[in-house]
């Protein structure tokens, strides 16, 4: 990832809020219209401000518009699983694309590993993951009633495919929000200015997609965990692994919520 400038300008954090803020408007409160005026207008104030950042932005904001362009509300029948599979792929794929082909540079990297050696406290907390997902989501999502927000699954295939789109939807999540928008980000501001923009068009996304009621306590700083291990790190396979061993516990938790007589494993 590619190291901000030295000295950063509070006026670039105006027009990233303006960003964060159309996704919270496209993905939480569903309004298109008034979401991609807010997209445009901020991305133009970048555009304005400093040409580099308006770049940034863009290629961001691209990714919003392509997600944008349909319902990612979870749903498992085939024609939403390929829709929502190919619009996610592509608001990874196109602002990639554009970044290496149109403004010739490498600010969009997926760095698998670092040479930096984990910490105990990093290989701890991995396995703390799993028993923190355990402790939490079933509370979560049966006490709030989230779980609704899934198709009630008892069918093989729609099981599998529920499956193959929580590990597909957890990956492009660091794809997009880590390894793009954050990375992005952090060209023009210090971490944590750039997690917190990051963190609000993340759990924008995530309140769409399901994680309502009180979701957003979870997933705002999970969010936040997420762009910080990252920063410290350098390794998508490192923040990769965390997030797909909670959305581990995420799959258990959502099925057994529609099922109880299934994986009885949770207290809650």
């Not at 907390?125 to 709030?144: D, N, T």
Request: proline share 5%.
């Amino acid at each position: 990832m590619q190291q901000p400038v030295a000295a950063w300008s509070r006026r670039a954090l105006v027009p990233a809020s303006g960003v964060a803020a159309s996704a919270l408007v496209l993905f939480g409160f569903q309004l298109p219209g008034w979401g991609h005026l807010l997209l445009v207008a901020s991305v133009g104030l970048a555009w304005w401000l400093d040409r580099e950042l308006g770049a940034d932005l863009t290629l961001i904001g691209v990714g919003i518009a392509i997600v944008s362009a349909t319902s990612v509300e979870a749903d498992v029948a085939w024609g939403a699983f390929f829709r929502i599979g190919t619009v996610l792929a592509l608001a990874v794929a196109v602002p990639f694309v554009l970044d290496r082909f149109l403004l010739r540079r490498r600010a969009i990297t997926f760095p698998w590993r670092s040479r930096e050696k984990k910490t105990r406290l990093e290989i701890a907390y991995l396995v703390a993951v799993p028993l923190l997902g355990w402790l939490i989501l079933p509370f979560y999502f049966i006490r709030s009633g989230a779980y609704l927000n899934w198709p009630h699954i008892t069918d093989l295939s729609e099981l599998l495919r529920f499956l193959v789109g929580v590990i597909a939807v957890g990956t492009w999540d660091e794809l997009f929000f880590i390894c793009t928008c954050f990375a992005l980000l952090r060209r023009h501001m210090p971490v944590w200015p750039a997690n917190l923009v990051q963190a609000v068009i993340f759990v924008s996304f995530l309140w769409e997609l399901g994680y309502r009621a009180w979701g957003p306590l979870l997933t705002f700083p999970f969010a936040l965990l997420q762009g910080y291990l990252f920063a410290r790190t350098r390794s998508l396979g490192y923040v990769l692994s965390v997030h797909l061993l909670f959305d581990a516990i995420v799959f258990l938790a959502i099925v057994h919520a529609h099922n109880p007589g299934w994986i009885p494993i949770f207290v809650y």
